[in-house]
């Protein structure tokens, strides 16, 4: 089944602690992102990724790292959390550009005490 | 002012109603428009891409007005499966550079 898979679902944590979330496609695409989705916010993006050792910053990428070392692997990097970083995020591919729709992923909701 | 905006509702209707959400976007060089549906916090889905001669799948119809810079989705003979929220979608840029905006979302619950 083609699928975009994130873990955990369901994450709480204390501030500092450095985590990580990952997120895998098995679909072969070449464009892979993170958002964070908060109430009145809508959803955000955090950082993209257009190919293998390729990232860019999107609109909300402080506090956050990212790496793309393999085509399907995009994990989103939380060195320091902090309680603003408590937010539902989803992962999300795309074929080679966004214009093709994204499959998103099942989302991670993160509590950052 | 938010690049996408979207009345949040929610909008109550009945089944079998006809209902109507718009969403104005405010950078006119935006070339790509979607409608994503997104059911009770999970991840959004794509419902349909919005063409400029408008589109139909279904019971769903979505128009673009370039000049006014609003986008459309009407949903005919609404089912409770329609209830829901409905992501307005803006593409920033072109090509895999391009960054896709989502408004707020328009909350649709179908009544029995």
């Known amino acids: 089944e083609a699928q975009v898979t994130q873990n955990p679902r369901y994450l709480i944590t204390v501030t500092g602690k450095k985590l990580t979330v990952t997120c895998s496609q098995n679909?072969?695409?070449?464009?892979m992102s993170w958002y964070r989705q908060d109430p009145g916010l809508g959803l955000r993006q955090i950082y993209y990724?257009?190919?293998?050792?390729?990232?860019d910053k999107g609109d909300v990428p402080e506090g956050y790292k990212v790496s793309r070392k393999e085509k399907r692997n995009f994990p989103l990097i939380l060195e320091s959390p902090s309680p603003n970083q408590t937010s539902l995020y989803f992962c999300?591919?795309?074929?080679?550009?966004?214009?093709?729709?994204?499959?998103f992923g099942s989302g991670t909701r993160l509590t950052v005490v | 002012r938010k690049e996408v905006e979207q009345d949040p509702g929610p909008f109550n209707v009945p089944e079998g109603a006809t209902v109507a959400f718009n969403c104005t976007y405010s950078?006119?060089?935006?070339?790509?428009f979607f409608w994503y549906r997104q059911d009770c916090r999970k991840e959004p889905k794509l419902l349909m891409s919005?063409?400029?001669s408008g589109n139909e799948d279904g019971r769903f119809t979505a128009q673009l007005n370039r000049a006014s810079q609003y986008i459309s989705l009407l949903i005919r003979d609404s089912k409770l499966s329609d209830s829901a929220t409905y992501l307005c979608?803006?593409?920033?840029?072109?090509?895999?550079?391009?960054?896709?905006?989502f408004g707020q979302g328009t909350t649709l619950q179908v009544k029995p």
């Open positions: 679909m072969n695409h070449e464009y």
């Open positions: 950078n006119s060089a935006s070339q790509s």
């Open positions: 999300a591919s795309s074929l080679s550009a966004p214009t093709y729709g994204y499959t």
């Open positions: 919005v063409y400029s």
């Open positions: 979608v803006v593409m920033r840029g072109s090509g895999n550079t391009g960054k896709l905006i």
């Open positions: 990724s257009m190919n293998v050792e390729v990232t």
